[in-house]
């Protein structure tokens, strides 16, 4: 009896094949891990794009001219290993399987100090926000509670996290400075590290403030949003005037005085706000930010702020042009501090796979004026229920099954996306400012991240090939709350 021959079938949810600058590189999708690929791999891989598939010894027979047969057979063999060639009509893709919490693994707690603002930004997506003096300010108990959370829940980390966040945190500034004495006698005495970091608008900054935060190692991170006319169109006083004179001014002052790590900057890109390269150039090259990263408004398509789908291809489009730059110079051994493509080159470079958007819910969560537990920083004062308080503890059971529905990609575009791995449904926030449901998969902007993602795997390859040792020396891991 005549044994039939194995189809198989590339399958292209688990494979994916970027090409450029007269070279190919494949994407494994269930490892985020990057392969370059060469004459041989193409012409297998596309000898296998046949629906209803076809045998070795077919694609051995079409492409013995070519290339040896061992060397085919083998190809063929490494991509099944990596279950991108599967048996013709059982393509399946290679997804996390869900299951549901039992710990959380705590890593980072943020502590949402004071919800008043002394800036009225027209794009401000907290629900929660008000006037400095009205605004409500957390007790020193209630932060006190969520350190020793943190470090209860949190007992197999080595090295802890505390965030300071608003409305603007500088608004609350001593009770930053009894948390931070307090967390660090604690933390010290359970044998492990913590790191700080906050995100201010820099208005309230003074020396004396800066030499203390240099003097305990915080991770600062500034809202500003590129040159004067640009910065000045959202980012307010309340009475209405422009913020761009104080803040550059701040600038100045914390970028000559902080020694202790590196200062970024967060660009929020509105509609009209689309000239990414002129913001890099002042607020990198000009001011000189170590990195500069760049959140554009996609949250809602009726808001007057948000960007339209055209300024969105534009955003993404002037995104490659300083990604191109951004290889450039890393071939020269440099880092021109443009964090969004440094973020996706760690991502590949360390091989990430993202069952879930980011750490909230996970290794982090965010604590509101009453000591109530939030998925992030920009749930505070949402609608969204929260997950536990302070005082009693992480609701679990929510919480797992928050995650789980999360992990879960069944019925969603998701499942089979080549980028799943590395967007995993997109920013909770985003889709709960858009369509009212954090699980609902940011859809408005998949394929503008598609190819976001090819244009990453193509740099990524290109500076492997060129000069690996930037890699080594110049990737960073990114912060929880970035």
């Keep these: 009896m005549t044994q039939i021959a194995e189809r198989l079938e590339f399958n292209a949810s688990n494979g994916h094949v970027v090409r450029g600058d007269g070279a190919a590189y494949m994407l494994h999708v269930p490892t985020t891990a990057v392969f370059g690929v060469d004459d041989l791999g ?11 598939g076809r045998s070795v010894d077919e694609v051995v027979a079409e492409l013995v001219g070519r290339f040896p047969p061992d060397r085919i057979r083998a190809f063929a063999a490494e991509l099944g290993k990596l279950e991108v060639l599967q048996r013709s009509g059982s393509l399946k893709p290679i997804n996390p399987t869900s299951a549901r919490l039992t710990q959380v693994p705590l890593s ?5 100090v004071n919800t008043g603002c002394n800036l009225a930004c027209t794009y401000c997506y907290k629900e929660d926000l008000a006037k400095p003096a009205a605004g409500k300010r957390m007790d020193f108990a209630t932060a006190a509670r969520s350190v020793d959370m943190l470090l209860e829940v949190g007992a197999q980390r080595e090295r802890v996290n505390v965030v300071f966040f608003g409305g603007e945190p500088l608004t609350n500034v001593p009770l930053i400075r009894e948390v931070v004495g307090y967390a660090e006698d604690v933390v010290a005495r359970a044998g492990k590290k913590v790191d700080f970091s906050l995100t201010t608008n820099a208005t309230l900054l003074t020396p004396e403030l800066i030499d203390w935060f240099d003097a305990h190692r915080f991770g600062i991170s500034v809202s500003m949003d590129g040159p004067q006319a640009v910065h000045d169109r959202n980012r307010r006083t309340v009475g209405g005037k422009g913020t761009y004179d104080v803040v550059a001014r701040k600038v100045r002052m914390l970028l000559e005085r902080y020694r202790s790590r590196p200062v970024g900057a967060r660009v929020t890109i509105g509609s009209g706000q689309v000239d990414v390269e002129a913001i890099h150039a002042h607020l990198r090259g000009e001011l000189g930010f170590h990195e500069v990263g760049y959140a554009p408004m996609t949250g809602s398509d009726t808001a007057g702020e948000a960007l339209s789908e055209q300024e969105m291809i534009d955003v993404h489009a002037a995104f490659e042009r300083l990604g191109e730059h951004y290889l450039a110079e890393a071939l020269a051994g440099r880092n021109n501090g443009f964090s969004n493509m440094h973020q996706l080159m760690t991502d590949l470079h360390e091989g ?6 980011c750490g909230g819910g996970v290794g982090l969560l965010a604590v509101d004026a009453g000591g109530d537990l939030n998925l992030c ?4 004062g949402s609608d969204l229920p929260t997950f536990g308080n ?18 879960d990609r069944e019925g969603t575009h998701c499942a089979t996306c080549r980028i799943r791995n590395i967007c995993s449904g997109g920013c909770y926030h985003e889709s709960y400012a858009r369509y009212g449901d954090p699980h609902h998969r940011t859809y408005h902007y998949c394929n503008l991240l598609r190819r976001w993602v090819d244009f990453g795997v193509r740099v990524y390859a290109e500076i492997q090939r060129g000069n690996p040792e930037f890699l080594s020396r110049h990737l960073e891991p990114r912060s929880a709350t970035a």
């Design 42 to 52: 193409l012409a297998v891989i596309e000898a296998f794009r046949v629906s209803g």
């Design 108 to 112: 980072t707690i943020v502590l949402n």
């Design 352 to 357: 990430r796979r993202k069952s879930v958007p």
């Design 377 to 380: 920083h920009r749930f505070t």
């Design 390 to 407: 302070v005082a009693t503890g992480i609701d679990v059971g929510a919480l797992s099954s928050f995650v789980e529905k999360a992990v």
